[in-house]
């Protein structure tokens, strides 16, 4: 069974900088795209960055200059470098990652249990 283990939210000041980190375990052919997301109180869940296999990069205007995805494919890992962080940033951060069980199969979604970061100002 697949899943996603998230780490390294937290409670800080504006301004402050924390590195959320989630790695994929057990069984699984291929990862596709992963992904951070965000949904803060009263508010649809929305995509923060993405990161291709290839390491092409994607991110919601909001966090441009700011916050930086990467991937570690030899551990099946991808973290989110938010720095400059603003009371605005404050929600639940999810991972998504885009999984081939096997070889032949479709991708499949999976999603992180979520960690939460708050903002302060």
């Known amino acids: 069974q697949v899943q996603l283990v998230e780490s390294g939210g937290g409670f800080l000041q504006a301004g402050g900088s924390l590195r959320l980190s989630c790695a994929a375990s057990?069984?699984?052919?291929?990862?596709?795209?992963m992904g951070w997301y965000r949904q803060a109180p009263g508010k649809r869940r929305e995509l923060v960055a993405s990161?291709?296999?290839?390491?092409?990069?994607n991110y919601t205007d909001s966090v441009k200059g700011r916050f930086t995805i990467s991937r570690d494919n030899a551990k099946n890992t991808v973290y989110l470098q938010m720095n400059s962080l603003k009371p605005e940033d404050t929600a639940v951060y999810y991972c998504?990652?885009?999984?081939?069980?096997?070889?032949?199969?479709?991708?499949?979604?999976?999603w992180g249990q979520g960690t939460q970061v708050t903002v302060s100002s």
């Open positions: 057990g069984k699984f052919f291929s990862i596709n795209v």
């Open positions: 990161i291709t296999s290839s390491g092409n990069s």
């Open positions: 998504n990652a885009e999984l081939r069980d096997y070889a032949w199969s479709d991708l499949n979604a999976y």
